[in-house]
C-alpha cells in the first residue's frame, strides 16, 4: 500500500501538484477541504484521476499529515497491493428518506470479501442515527462502518460530498473495503469529564429533548450551567450530553447541544435522543480531550494486533465542536494521532458535524457528537 498527499490552494495549480500522485496510479483519491474550494476543484479531480475511485467532503477543517488546513484542499492518492474498493452513492433530498438512503446504500455493497466500509455524508437535510440504522440493517452481519458527517466552517448550513460525479449538496457515498490482505483497525472516543446526576429521559421528538425528570429541558440546562448560560446556545458546544443506558452507565454515544426553544423550553440535539434513556452532563478539560484521541488511536492500533513497523494511512474525523473548545490545541489531537502509529504515518480527514464508528469491535456503527474517531487502513501483502 502507497499513499502520496497533497495540499492545493487552487484548482489552476492542480497540474503539477497532483503529479506525484498521478505517477503513482492510484486506486483511490480522496479529498477534503472548504466548500468553494472543494467544489472548484473537483473537475480537476475528475480530469486527472479518470477511472479512479474519488471520495470527499466539504469540512471546516481538513486534517493533513502537516496538519490542520483551514483554507486548503488537502488531497491523499493511494494505491492498494492486494486489496480492491468499490464505490457507491445515493442521494438524499430530505430528512424523512434517511433510512430509506441507508438501505439502498448498504445493498449496493456485495458481501463476499467486504471487510470495512470508510462513509461520508452530507451533513444537514439527514438524520444521521436513522441512515446508519438503514445501513447496518442491509448489511446484515457486522462489519465496520466508520466515517463522518461533512460541515463547513461558516456554521450549520449546506455541505457537500464528493463522490465520481462530482459534488453534491444531496450525496452520501460509501467506499467497500474488500480483500483478505487489508488491515483494518478502528476506535472512537471523546474525554468529556462528566458533572451532576444522570436525569431521565421523560419527554422527546426526534432530536429534540423536551423534558428531563419532566421539567422543561432549557430549565434544567440553564441551572446547571449557570451564568455561561447567557451564552446559549453557542456554550452548548463546551457542555453536550453523554447517554446512558438504564443502569446509568455510559453507551459511548456523546449529544451536542444546537440551539435552544424558548416558546417549548427544548434544546435540539446534532441527532436523535433515545426515549426513556438518561443523560448526563459534560463539560470540557482540554488534557482529557487530547487523551481521547490516544484513547481511540490506541483502540484501533490494538484491533490491527500492534506491532512496531506502520506503513498505512491514518483516517481521523472529528468534531468541529471540539476545535472550538480546544481552540489553540486542536492540533494536538493530529499530532496525538500520529504518534500512536509512529509519527510517520500518513494522516487524512476532517473535521465534522457528526462521527461515524461502532462503539467496539463487533458493535453496530452509531453518530457521535464531539467525538474523535481513529482509522488505520493497511495492507499484509506477501509478494513471493
Not at 169 to 192: M, P
Request: hydrophobic share 40%; with cysteine; net charge negative.
Amino acid at each position: 500500500m502507497q499513499t502520496v498527499q497533497a495540499i492545493l490552494g487552487d484548482a489552476a495549480d492542480a497540474g503539477v501538484t497532483f503529479a506525484p500522485l498521478i505517477a503513482m496510479k492510484p486506486d483511490l483519491v480522496f479529498a477534503f477541504g472548504p466548500s468553494e474550494s472543494l467544489c472548484n476543484l473537483a473537475p480537476a479531480l475528475t480530469e486527472y484521476f479518470p477511472g479512479i475511485r474519488r471520495i470527499g467532503c466539504s469540512s471546516a477543517f481538513a486534517i493533513s499529515s502537516a496538519g490542520l488546513e483551514q483554507s486548503n484542499c488537502v488531497v491523499t492518492a493511494v494505491r492498494f497491493d492486494a486489496s480492491s474498493i468499490i464505490e457507491a452513492s445515493v442521494r438524499l433530498a430530505s430528512k424523512e428518506g434517511s433510512f430509506d438512503a441507508g438501505k439502498r446504500l448498504g445493498a449496493s455493497l456485495p458481501r463476499d470479501g467486504l471487510r470495512a466500509v470508510l462513509l461520508l455524508g452530507q451533513g444537514v437535510k439527514i438524520r444521521g442515527s436513522a441512515l446508519l440504522a438503514g445501513i447496518n440493517e442491509a448489511l446484515e452481519t457486522v462489519v465496520p462502518v466508520v466515517g463522518g458527517l461533512a460541515s463547513r466552517k461558516e456554521g450549520y448550513y449546506q455541505t457537500w460530498v464528493l463522490d465520481e460525479s462530482g459534488c453534491g449538496s444531496e450525496t452520501i457515498v460509501a467506499l467497500g473495503l474488500y480483500g483478505n490482505s487489508l488491515r483494518f483497525g478502528f476506535g472512537v472516543h471523546g474525554g468529556w469529564s462528566p458533572f451532576g446526576p444522570a436525569r431521565k429521559v421523560t419527554r422527546c421528538e426526534g432530536n429534540v429533548l423536551y423534558e428531563l425528570d419532566g421539567e422543561p429541558a432549557l430549565d434544567v440546562y440553564r441551572r446547571y450551567l449557570g451564568d455561561y448560560a447567557r451564552d446559549l446556545p453557542t456554550v452548548g458546544h463546551f457542555f453536550p450530553f453523554a447517554m446512558l443506558d438504564g443502569n446509568h452507565e455510559e453507551i459511548g454515544l456523546i449529544r451536542s447541544m444546537l440551539a435552544v426553544d424558548e416558546k417549548t423550553g427544548g434544546l435540539r440535539f446534532g441527532d436523535e435522543v433515545i426515549p426513556d434513556s438518561y443523560l448526563r452532563m459534560m463539560h470540557a478539560n482540554t488534557d482529557k480531550l487530547v487523551g481521547g484521541v490516544e484513547t481511540a488511536a490506541e483502540a484501533a492500533r490494538r484491533m490491527i494486533g500492534g506491532g512496531d513497523s506502520y506503513h498505512g494511512l491514518i483516517f481521523m474525523v472529528s468534531c468541529v465542536g471540539r476545535e472550538l473548545v480546544m481552540g489553540e490545541r486542536v492540533e494536538e489531537e493530529i499530532e496525538v494521532a500520529a504518534e500512536v502509529f509512529g509519527g510517520e504515518v500518513p494522516i487524512a480527514g476532517f473535521y465534522s458535524f457528526g462521527e461515524i464508528s461502532p462503539t467496539g469491535e463487533d458493535a453496530a456503527c452509531k453518530l457521535h457528537n464531539q467525538t474523535v474517531m481513529v482509522a488505520y487502513i493497511d495492507e499484509i501483502f506477501d509478494k513471493g
